[in-house]
C-alpha cells in the first residue's frame, strides 16, 4: 500500500511538471513544497509520531524533488539543457547526503531510487523531446544525450549509492566505537570517583586523634599503598574507664581488603562498647571473619587492653 501511495505521489509531481509555464513559478513551487514537507516533519517529530519508515519517505521525496526540478527545467529552457545542467548533480548531492544517515540500506536505495528515476524521465518523458540533428552533429548529440549516456549516468548513481552505503557503514561501525569507549570511560570515571568516595570513608573510620595518657605517649600515622587498604587501628574508650587499643592488617589490598576491614572495625565497635572480656570479643571476631572473608584472606590482629587510672 505504501508503495503504491509513493508512486503514485511521483506520478503527481511529475504531472505538476506540465503546469510550471515560468521560471518564477517553478521556484514558488518548489519552495512551497519542500517547505510544507519540511514543516510537516518538524510537526510529527515535536509530536512524537515519527515512524523510522519516515526516513525512507523522505529520501524517496528529496530524489522525486529532483526529478522535479528536472522535468520542469525541460520544460522551461529545453531537454538538452536540463540534461546538462545541475539536475544530475542534484541526484549524487541527496545520495551524498544520505550517508550522513548511517544507515546503509537507505544509501543503497537513494542510488538505486535516483538511478532508476532519472533513467525513467528520460524513457517517458525526455528522450521523445530530443530533436537530433543530421550529419556529424547527430553523433554529437547522440552521444551526450542518447542512451549510453543516461545509462552511464544511473550507474553512477547506484556506484555512489554503493559507496555512500559503504561510507554510513564504516561511519556506524566508528560510532559505534566512539560510544563503547565514551561509556567505558564513563564506567571507569564512575569507579573511580567510587574509589575515592570510599577511601574519604575509610579516612574517617581512623582515628584523627589520640588519647592523652600520662604514663603513655602514643604517636600515629596512616597512609595505605593504594587509594583504599585493609589496614585498621583505634583507641576505643570503654564504659569502665579502660581503653581497647587495636591494630589490624587484612591480608592483601584494595576494595575487598577494605571491606574485611570495616566489617572488623563494626564489630569492634559494637563488642567494645558492651560489657564482653577481651578474649570473648577476639573470639567473636575470628568467627565473622571466617564466615565472611573469601579468597584465603586472613587479619593479623593485635589488641591491648590498656587502663590508665590502675
Given at each position: 500500500?505504501?508503495?503504491?501511495?509513493?508512486l503514485i505521489?511521483?506520478?503527481?509531481?511529475?504531472?505538476?511538471a506540465?503546469?510550471?509555464?515560468?521560471y518564477?513559478?517553478?521556484l514558488?513551487?518548489?519552495?512551497?513544497i519542500?517547505?510544507?514537507?519540511?514543516?510537516g516533519?518538524?510537526?510529527?517529530?515535536?509530536r512524537?509520531?515519527?515512524?523510522r519508515?519516515?526516513?525512507?519517505?523522505?529520501i524517496?521525496?528529496?530524489?522525486?524533488m529532483?526529478?522535479?526540478?528536472?522535468?520542469?527545467?525541460a520544460?522551461?529552457?529545453?531537454v538538452?539543457?536540463?540534461?546538462?545542467?545541475?539536475?544530475?548533480?542534484?541526484y549524487?548531492?541527496?545520495?551524498?547526503?544520505?550517508?550522513?544517515?548511517l544507515?546503509?540500506?537507505?544509501?543503497?536505495?537513494?542510488?538505486?531510487?535516483?538511478?532508476?528515476?532519472?533513467?525513467?524521465?528520460?524513457?517517458?518523458?525526455?528522450?521523445?523531446?530530443?530533436?537530433?540533428?543530421?550529419?556529424?552533429?547527430?553523433?554529437?548529440?547522440?552521444?551526450?544525450?542518447?542512451?549510453?549516456?543516461?545509462?552511464?549516468?544511473?550507474?553512477?548513481?547506484?556506484?555512489?549509492?554503493?559507496?555512500?552505503?559503504?561510507?554510513?557503514?564504516?561511519?556506524?561501525s566508528l560510532?559505534?566505537?566512539?560510544?563503547?569507549?565514551?561509556?567505558?570511560e564513563?564506567?571507569?570515571?564512575?569507579?573511580?570517583?567510587?574509589?575515592?568516595?570510599?577511601?574519604?570513608?575509610?579516612?574517617?573510620?581512623?582515628?584523627?586523634?589520640?588519647?592523652?595518657?600520662?604514663?603513655?605517649?602514643?604517636?600515629?600515622?596512616?597512609?595505605?599503598?593504594?587509594?583504599?587498604?585493609?589496614?585498621?587501628?583505634?583507641?576505643?574508650k570503654?564504659?569502665?574507664?579502660?581503653?581497647?587499643?587495636?591494630?589490624?592488617?587484612?591480608s592483601?589490598?584494595?576494595?575487598?581488603?577494605?571491606?574485611?576491614?570495616?566489617?572488623?572495625?563494626?564489630?569492634?565497635?559494637i563488642?567494645t562498647?558492651?560489657?564482653?572480656?577481651?578474649?570473648k570479643?577476639?573470639?567473636?571476631?575470628?568467627?565473622?571473619?571466617?564466615?565472611?572473608?573469601?579468597?584465603?584472606r586472613?587479619?593479623?590482629?593485635?589488641?591491648?587492653?590498656?587502663?590508665?587510672?590502675?
Amino acid at each position: 500500500m505504501s508503495i503504491c501511495v509513493v508512486l503514485i505521489y511521483i506520478l503527481a509531481l511529475f504531472q505538476a511538471a506540465d503546469l510550471v509555464v515560468s521560471y518564477q513559478n517553478f521556484l514558488h513551487t518548489i519552495a512551497i513544497i519542500m517547505l510544507t514537507w519540511f514543516i510537516g516533519n518538524s510537526l510529527l517529530i515535536h509530536r512524537g509520531y515519527y515512524h523510522r519508515s519516515l526516513k525512507y519517505i523522505n529520501i524517496m521525496f528529496q530524489v522525486s524533488m529532483v526529478s522535479f526540478f528536472l522535468l520542469v527545467t525541460a520544460k522551461i529552457m529545453g531537454v538538452k539543457f536540463a540534461l546538462s545542467s545541475v539536475a544530475p548533480l542534484f541526484y549524487i548531492i541527496v545520495i551524498s547526503v544520505s550517508s550522513l544517515t548511517l544507515n546503509p540500506f537507505l544509501c543503497l536505495l537513494a542510488g538505486g531510487f535516483a538511478a532508476g528515476q532519472f533513467l525513467g524521465v528520460y524513457v517517458f518523458w525526455l528522450h521523445d523531446q530530443i530533436n537530433y540533428t543530421q550529419g556529424n552533429e547527430f553523433v554529437v548529440e547522440q552521444s551526450l544525450y542518447g542512451w549510453v549516456s543516461i545509462a552511464l549516468r544511473s550507474l553512477i548513481f547506484m556506484i555512489m549509492g554503493t559507496v555512500a552505503m559503504y561510507m554510513a557503514r564504516k561511519s556506524r561501525s566508528l560510532l559505534e566505537t566512539v560510544v563503547v569507549q565514551v561509556r567505558y570511560e564513563e564506567q571507569l570515571n564512575f569507579v573511580q570517583q567510587d574509589i575515592k568516595q570510599a577511601a574519604e570513608i575509610q579516612e574517617k573510620l581512623i582515628p584523627n586523634s589520640k588519647p592523652d595518657f600520662e604514663m603513655l605517649e602514643i604517636e600515629s600515622y596512616y597512609q595505605p599503598s593504594e587509594l583504599v587498604g585493609g589496614d585498621y587501628f583505634d583507641f576505643i574508650k570503654r564504659g569502665n574507664g579502660d581503653y581497647f587499643i587495636v591494630i589490624a592488617d587484612v591480608s592483601g589490598k584494595g576494595f575487598s581488603a577494605a571491606m574485611v576491614m570495616s566489617n572488623i572495625q563494626a564489630i569492634v565497635q559494637i563488642l567494645t562498647n558492651q560489657d564482653i572480656a577481651m578474649n570473648k570479643i577476639v573470639e567473636i571476631l575470628n568467627q565473622s571473619v571466617c564466615k565472611t572473608s573469601a579468597g584465603g584472606r586472613f587479619v593479623t590482629f593485635v589488641c591491648i587492653e590498656f587502663a590508665p587510672t590502675k
